[in-house]
Nanobody
């Protein structure tokens, strides 16, 4: 069992940056591959980025590739999402998720644990 708490959301102008954090409870954080997903109003939840347990492998949605960076600090049970060059279409609630597997996944149904989400709004 793991509990996830996101933070770092807010309102920024287009072209700006935000860094989201997700802190996990428990002592087995390094056993979980982690992902970030987002859901905009009226849309389905979509994959943003994922990282393997040790952090050596990452994956990104095409829409954020080159602008967003996922990373993790296993010593502090935290996964990050650095978001640069943000666009209005990045506006959404962002969720972090944990998957008890060595492999990362881009599919939300492969993640068993979810945070409550943090709102990101990008003004044009």
């Amino acid at each position: 069992q793991v509990q996830l708490v996101e933070s770092g959301g807010g309102l920024v102008q287009a072209g700006g940056s935000l860094r989201l954090s997700c802190v996990a409870s428990g002592r087995t954080f390094s056993s979980y591959a982690m992902g970030w997903f987002r859901q905009a109003p009226g849309k389905e939840r979509e994959f943003v980025a994922a990282i393997s347990r040790g952090g050596s492998s990452t994956s990104y949605a095409d829409s954020v590739k080159g602008r967003f960076t996922i990373s993790r600090d296993n010593a502090n049970n935290t996964v990050y999402l650095q978001m640069n060059c943000q666009k209005p279409e990045d506006t959404a609630v962002y969720y972090c998720a944990a998957r008890g597997s060595v492999a990362l996944s881009t599919h939300n149904f492969n993640y068993a644990y979810w945070g409550q989400g943090t709102q990101v709004a990008i003004a044009s």
